[in-house]
């Protein structure tokens, strides 16, 4: 099982319409969980983090993190074209506070 | 405005050549990472270090060593290059503490022949 599982798409959703992405994590432990974005031949740069359970809202971007269920999503309302890229979910290990591990990504694409 | 450098953005070395891959941040940051990025596998971590000359393995570590002289520059090192090591390498740095942003630099796009 990897550490942090997410879908790797491509998740195709209309412009205007909700993107809901999703990510699951193994270690019980964790803390702090993010999302970054990473467009294509570019670096990864965050979007949000979240430490309580709950949700957590940025603008368009609200994150939700169900640490029961070890489970963390992103949901990006009004979606516009410019959103398409991957989004790349980060959990920190309950053993090394600094270190984060990432999942593999999912792609994005906003079809207009 | 927070920044991460790297000394090149594309690079091709031969197979049993040493390369160097700098990595410079100027934000004071304590935690200076390496990761490799490849399709399907996303980023692993190869070396983290957490202050000067302080260094710890990553996931994927064979293969490669770090140095950090300086607290704001932070350097991969393959020994001796091979073609499996061909990937977009990516230097992030990070405060200290509870899991903090990191900040990623632009990347490397290493291609050993």
């Known amino acids: 099982q990897k550490e942090v599982e997410q879908n790797s798409g491509p998740l195709s959703v209309p412009e205007g319409a909700i993107a809901s992405l999703n990510c699951t994590y193994s270690d019980r432990g964790s803390q702090s969980f993010f999302w970054y974005r990473q467009y294509s031949g570019k670096s990864p740069e965050l979007i949000m983090f979240?430490?309580?359970?709950g949700d957590k809202e940025d603008g368009r971007f609200t994150a939700q993190l169900n640490k029961a269920s070890q489970y963390v999503s992103l949901l990006i309302r009004d979606s516009q074209p410019s959103d398409s890229a991957t989004y790349l979910c980060?959990?920190?290990?309950?053993?090394?506070?600094?270190?984060?591990?990432f999942g593999s990504g999912t792609r994005l694409s906003i079809r207009p | 405005d927070v920044k991460v450098t790297q000394s090149s953005r594309y690079l091709v070395k031969r197979t049993g050549e040493k390369v160097f891959l700098e990595c410079v941040q100027d934000m004071d940051h304590e935690n200076m990472f390496w990761y490799r990025q490849d399709p399907g596998l996303g980023l692993r971590l190869i070396y983290f270090s957490y202050d000067v000359k302080m260094k710890e393995k990553g996931d994927i570590p064979e293969g490669y060593s770090v140095s950090r002289e300086k607290k704001e520059r932070f350097s991969l090192i393959l020994e001796s290059a091979s073609t499996n090591q061909t990937s977009m390498y990516l230097c992030?740095?990070?405060?200290?503490?509870?899991?903090?942003?990191?900040?990623f630099g632009p990347g490397t796009r290493l291609t050993v022949l």
């Open positions: 979240i430490y309580s359970n």
């Open positions: 992030a740095s990070s405060n200290r503490g509870r899991a903090d942003t990191q900040y």
């Open positions: 980060a959990v920190n290990r309950y053993s090394s506070a600094s270190k984060i591990i």
